[in-house]
């Protein structure tokens, strides 16, 4: 990448997860069981997910209802490609970052540098380490997949200004095979009263359900990664399932303001593992 190439520390440890490994670990691996799918349920093998980013404790029941699903994939996955938008620093484009791994409590993982390079290639991408370096919405889903998945590696992006399209043909870049896992990092609506977020929230799902691209980033923060994302299951032939719908007031706070988050999984339509 550069010869400032560089392991980027986690971002939010102690602020959005536990700074302290075995406590993460701890936490991790009960959430993960309690989200395990049941016998009734149909297999999915996922190509791609949709999962929420914020603090754990809020989120992250939800968001192991999707990395559960990866426990038979263990060995399998070899290469996660993640897109989260943007939320301290402005970014033109997707952005990679200026690094060669990323660390978080749980030990470090090492980034695809071969995939970055051929990413650059496109003139939607640029570097940019002030884009990573404290963004919350791919560190907290990083914990779940060193849990989940055995050796891989990480091509990460910060979603700014680009359109659907451009995230699609990023996507479809790297697509790879069954070795290859698409993850896209976006909670629904915010601060809204509880019973008019499962209003809203539910709406958005359907939206995506029907592969129809949402219209505004009050719908969901990651809103341009997310429309990315359709545009490749159209191109692509996959279906997305829902596999959880809450919100904060359902998990660790008040209902008065709350925060929506949806699980989702994206397949080949009748794929079995």
Not at 88 to 110: D, Q
Not at 251 to 269: C, H, K, M, N
């Amino acid at each position: 990448m550069t010869s400032q190439a560089h392991t980027r520390p986690p971002a939010v440890a102690g602020a959005f997860y536990q700074a302290e490994p075995e406590r993460l670990a701890g936490e991790i691996t009960a959430v993960l069981a309690e989200s395990r799918p049941g016998l009734h349920q149909a297999p999915i093998r996922p190509k791609a997910l949709i999962v929420p980013h914020a603090g754990h404790i809020y989120s992250g029941p939800i968001a192991a209802r999707a990395y559960a699903l990866l426990g038979p994939l263990h060995a399998a996955v070899r290469r996660v490609v993640m897109f989260g938008p943007a939320h301290r620093v402005a970014a033109g484009g997707l952005a990679l970052p200026e690094a060669e791994a990323f660390a978080t409590p749980l030990g470090r993982i090492p980034l695809d540098e071969d995939a970055m390079r051929r990413a650059q290639a496109l003139p939607q991408v640029c570097v940019s380490r002030a884009a990573h370096a404290m963004e919350h919405s791919l560190d907290v889903q990083l914990p779940f997949l060193q849990e989940v998945l055995d050796d891989f590696t990480l091509v990460p992006f910060v979603v700014g200004d680009a359109s659907a399209e451009e995230v699609a043909d990023v996507i479809e870049l790297l697509w790879g095979g069954p070795e290859t896992l698409i993850v896209i990092s976006s909670d629904l609506s915010h601060y809204l009263p509880y019973a008019e977020a499962q209003h809203k929230d539910r709406a958005t799902v359907d939206q995506i359900l029907r592969l129809t691209p949402l219209d505004e980033f009050e719908q969901a923060c990651g809103a341009l990664p997310i429309n990315g994302m359709i545009e490749v299951a159209r191109r692509q032939g996959l279906m997305p399932s829902l596999l959880d719908l809450r919100n904060s007031g359902d998990t660790a706070s008040d209902r008065s303001r709350v925060v929506g988050y949806a699980a989702l999984a994206f397949a080949e339509p009748g794929e079995k593992r």
